[in-house]
């Protein structure tokens, strides 16, 4: 039984949600083998290579998958999956976006969000927001699987040795092209990837009482800045910001939530993290149902305070 995890990468490095992804696809049994299509990828390739518990790397360049469109990237994908059993993807914008196109090219079922691996061919997967837990088996000759990072620890990046293998990449069909891209660009640590997150939610009245109160508390701790939807639907904060449900799913050993009520949405996206602190002025916020610490206080009091005793 061989396993194909599909890497997310930059062409030029491997993306952490690889690594977890790797994690799952171990747990499923049998050979581990990571797919880099992009274009000039070749230092992707090497990295997947290093990766703990991978055997083989396949590595398929053209100018189509150099951004990861899903178009060529999911024809590329479906090309090689007559070998596999499984298909692994990360849940991520990238794997949720080429996953559906491979599970429809080769009629197959797809488990979305697998946050955990029972046997070869049943997982479990969170519905209605995480407030359940659905026992998903599948029957289908290839299981096509987006991974949930949050639910699995990351491979070792270095101490694999992997084959490296060039396949033959498919032909562009041209269905679409890359016009261009506008990256939010910031010194801080990427949402998904970061240790400690300090979020505000919609209690904080204003973008620039945003700024002006969990902007040093971030510095001080080094955290990456997050915010609820309500916020960001009020313009307190920009989007890619966003954590929860219909925002980005995060698990940082550290997660500070200030002025978040803690409607289900939000807290489907942050309750994994190992350690939340919530501050709220509100005790019946349902943000202190999950927080291993809570503080009863007004944030605009108590964040600064935080800050000067940091």
Not at 17 to 43: F, K
Not at 178 to 190: H, V, Y
Not at 258 to 276: C, Y
Request: hydrophobic residues 45%.
């Amino acid at each position: 039984m061989s396993i194909l995890v599909i890497a997310e990468h930059d062409n030029a490095s491997i993306k952490g949600a690889t690594l977890n992804t790797v994690t799952a696809a171990l747990q499923c049994g049998g050979d581990v083998h990571v797919l880099v299509a992009g274009h000039n990828a070749g230092a992707a390739a090497q990295a997947a290579a290093q990766i703990a518990g991978v055997s083989k790397v396949l590595h398929a360049d053209a100018p189509g998958m150099a951004h990861g469109g899903a178009e060529c990237t999911g024809a590329q994908i479906a090309a090689l999956a007559s070998g596999y059993t499984h298909l692994l993807f990360p849940a991520t914008a990238s794997g949720k976006n080429v996953a559906p196109r491979v599970a429809g090219l080769l009629d197959v079922a797809q488990i979305s969000d697998a946050t955990k691996v029972i046997s070869a061919d049943t997982f479990e997967r969170p519905i209605y927001a995480g407030n359940a837990i659905a026992t998903v088996q599948s029957s289908d000759s290839v299981k096509v699987i987006t991974v949930r990072t949050t639910g699995f620890d990351p491979a070792a990046a270095i101490g694999g040795s992997a084959a490296i293998e060039v396949v033959a990449s498919v032909a562009d069909t041209g269905a679409s092209t890359f016009q261009g891209s506008e990256i939010a660009k910031s010194d801080r640590p990427e949402l998904t990837a970061a240790k400690i997150i300090v979020s505000g939610g919609r209690a904080m009245g204003s973008s620039e009482k945003f700024n002006e109160v969990l902007t040093p508390l971030a510095d001080k701790l080094g955290a990456a800045l997050g915010a609820s939807r309500a916020a960001v639907d009020a313009g307190y904060a920009p989007n890619d910001w966003q954590v929860g449900q219909t925002g980005k799913i995060v698990a940082p050993q550290l997660y500070i939530a200030a002025g978040i009520s803690g409607a289900i949405q939000h807290l489907a996206g942050m309750k994994d993290s190992k350690v939340i602190v919530a501050i709220n002025k509100d005790p019946e916020a349902p943000i202190f149902s999950v927080a291993d610490y809570g503080l009863e206080a007004d944030l605009f009091t108590a964040v600064p305070e935080l800050v000067s005793a940091l």
